[in-house]
């Protein structure tokens, strides 16, 4: 058995303890393969698999969210060109050419 042991218990039926491997993760171990540390152990791994792959849905859904980031935002800079190019003015809100569509007026 790789690991130590972080914990020891006994059970009046069968000796129980609770490893830690070096990775850090943590096992219940027992010498008699009690049915009751099996479903413990099962429960765990089944924990793990669904933390792993709500950890991949997580990033997955990070990743959507940059994306449709980007999207916005090169959507945002047509619309304000587009806006600019309607009222004739630039970035710093100056009138743009004279005689344009739309040109500002005070």
Do not use: C, K, N, Y
């Not at 000796?15 to 413990?40: C, K, L, P």
């Not at 924990?47 to 980031?69: G, K, N, Q």
């Amino acid at each position: 058995m790789e690991g130590e042991v972080h914990g020891h218990r006994r059970d009046h039926r069968d000796g129980v303890a609770v490893v830690r491997e070096a990775s850090g993760r943590v096992r219940i171990v027992s010498g008699a393969g009690d049915e009751r540390v099996q479903r413990v152990e099962e429960a765990q791994v089944f924990t793990e698999r669904t933390v792993e792959e709500l950890s991949e849905t997580v990033r997955d859904a990070f990743a959507r969210i940059e994306a449709l980031t980007r999207r916005l935002s090169a959507l945002e800079e047509r619309l304000g060109a587009m806006e600019e190019r309607e009222t004739g003015e630039d970035d710093a809100g100056e009138p743009g050419e004279p005689g344009g569509p739309g040109e500002a007026s005070d």
